[in-house]
């Protein structure tokens, strides 16, 4: 069953920054956009989306100037750089793959990967 699988969340302190990874499992990346969502104490969250080609992204506000969505379609991988998290971005961050290419919805997502970030 194709899937994503997410990996580079950890423990970190504010204004720290973490680097997360997402792999395409059983798809090529590159016919799908990807995004990013949060599952955050106040529920779930849409951060980001980068379209199949990599030339348009959309944020959502909070994460706008501290968050960089990128893909490298020749590793079927896509990336999402987050630096001055702050204890509201603690949460598990999920990516996916979207046919449609909005990022609207998903074909295939992951099981996550935590994010803390606590003093």
């Known amino acids: 069953q194709p899937h994503t699988v997410e990996s580079g969340g950890g423990s970190v302190q504010p204004g720290g920054s973490l680097r997360l990874s997402c792999v395409a499992s059983?798809?090529?990346?590159?016919?799908?956009?990807i995004g990013w969502w949060r599952q955050v104490a106040k529920g779930r969250e849409e951060v980001t989306c980068i379209?199949?080609?990599?030339?348009?992204?959309e944020y959502t506000d909070s994460v706008k100037g501290r968050f960089t969505i990128s893909r490298d379609n020749t590793n079927n991988t896509a990336y999402l750089q987050m630096n001055d998290l702050k204890p509201e971005d603690t949460g598990v961050y999920y990516c996916g793959a979207d046919k449609w290419g909005n990022c609207r919805g998903y074909d295939y997502w992951g099981r996550g990967t935590q994010v803390t970030v606590s003093s």
């Open positions: 379209s199949k080609s990599g030339r348009s992204t």
């Open positions: 059983g798809f090529t990346l590159d016919e799908f956009a």
